[in-house]
């Protein structure tokens, strides 16, 4: 049973009985993926349909730009919210939805909904790519009760899941922009208050605490998105694009995924994933000109090795940069410019501050013997060229 149905007005949702006991359970599932909180599907008609999760290979990777008029970014001017240690949970909360939930708009497109956060004065507001999609134009409100404004798609970066859209500045007068903050200075077990319109709801607070660190999630084409920050504060869909606060009130990252139960279900079991500030630092320069980020770029998939050191490479693209430098499927990933290498997720991380036509040092093992060959990393494509994705694809 969907909570949300056809009919304009919400009906109750009555939980099904618990299913009878079972004296020997089976062993638990592995976990599954991350799926995307989605943006929520808009309500036709008046009345609001039911919640669907959008697989990767439905969402929308393409550019949609604006380049003759490219945005400035002006400096955020928000101030931090003041909260004492002493203050319980429930004050931080309250106190940063206060200061921040003016500045957090519902973004509705054609096909559904979800959640951005202005970022400067200019009107420049963030989301997610996957909310966009491939819409150049979609419509946001920062007041439950006001009116939708038009706003202009300006870029998107699929290999990030991020968008950035321009609304009028006169239509964002008297909205602070929100600060964005170090991400590499959050720790587990920090405040989080995520903001958003979840389930086609207005305006709504969810609070936590930061749960985990230097994640790793799928993007929507298919490449690894890395030092993903991990929450238990309630994410659901149409939640994706809006901001996860720190007790100061800046903005720590963007919600993009949840992990769902086993079976396929839909609804938030206290673990979400939000894309680092510092991420959206780095992509929204090219963002607000209407460019695309350029990511660099191995060729290469890697998987897990038997004995679980270093990363073993499954299969290189064809005439990309490593097939061109001389690695080869089987080779194990020891290092890369000197960074010792654990896992696949490894290969990833130790490229993603790197840029296209840099070079780097592959440090690999080759049927026993170590060899190193320098690869000159190329621009990352609109999506992963090989049917078999896996996670570590750098």
Request: charged share 20%; glycine share 10%; proline share 9%.
């Amino acid at each position: 049973m969907s909570l949300w149905t056809d009919d304009p007005k919400p009906r109750e949702y009555t939980p099904p009985p618990p299913p009878p006991r079972q004296p020997d359970p089976p062993a638990a599932a592995p976990p599954p993926a991350p799926r995307y909180p989605s943006r929520w599907p808009a309500a036709i008609g008046g009345g609001l349909v039911s919640a669907v999760v959008v697989s990767a290979a439905l969402l929308g990777t393409g550019l949609a730009g604006n380049n003759d008029q490219p945005a400035t970014t002006a400096p955020a001017t928000t101030t931090p919210v003041s909260i004492s240690a002493s203050d319980g949970k429930a004050d931080i909360a309250r106190a940063v939805y206060a200061a921040a939930s003016p500045s957090v708009a519902s973004v509705r497109t054609q096909d559904g909904s979800g959640t951005g956060f202005l970022v400067d004065s200019n009107g420049t507001i963030v989301t997610n790519a996957h909310v966009v999609g491939t819409s150049k134009q979609v419509q946001v409100r920062f007041d439950d009760k006001g009116d939708y404004h038009d706003a202009q798609v300006l870029s998107v970066d699929a290999s990030t899941d991020l968008a950035a859209i321009k609304i009028d500045a006169s239509d964002a007068q008297g909205i602070r922009p929100l600060q964005l903050a170090d991400s590499d200075g959050v720790q587990v077990g920090d405040s989080a208050i995520a903001i958003g319109y979840p389930l086609g709801l207005d305006r709504t607070a969810t609070a936590g605490i930061i749960s985990g660190l230097e994640r790793q999630i799928e993007s929507p084409n298919g490449f690894s998105i890395d030092k993903v920050i991990q929450t238990d504060a309630p994410v659901n869909p149409g939640n994706s694009g809006g901001p996860l606060l720190n007790a100061k009130g800046q903005v720590i990252g963007v919600n993009s995924q949840i992990a769902t139960a086993a079976g396929g279900g839909e609804g938030n079991v206290g673990i979400a994933f939000a894309i680092p500030a510092n991420t959206v630092k780095k992509v929204l320069p090219d963002l607000e000109n209407g460019t695309a980020p350029q990511h660099a770029y191995l060729g290469l998939q890697t998987r897990a090795t038997q004995n679980g050191a270093g990363a073993q490479i499954a299969e290189t693209t064809a005439a990309g940069p490593s097939e061109k430098a001389g690695l080869k499927a089987g080779d194990i990933v020891k290092k890369v410019d000197g960074q010792a290498i654990s896992s696949p997720d490894d290969v990833a991380q130790s490229i993603s501050d790197k840029s296209p036509g840099d070079k780097v040092t592959v440090t690999v093992d080759r049927n026993g013997h170590e060899e190193s060959v320098d690869v000159t990393l190329g621009q990352r494509p609109e999506s992963v060229p090989s049917q078999t994705q896996q996670q570590g694809q750098p």
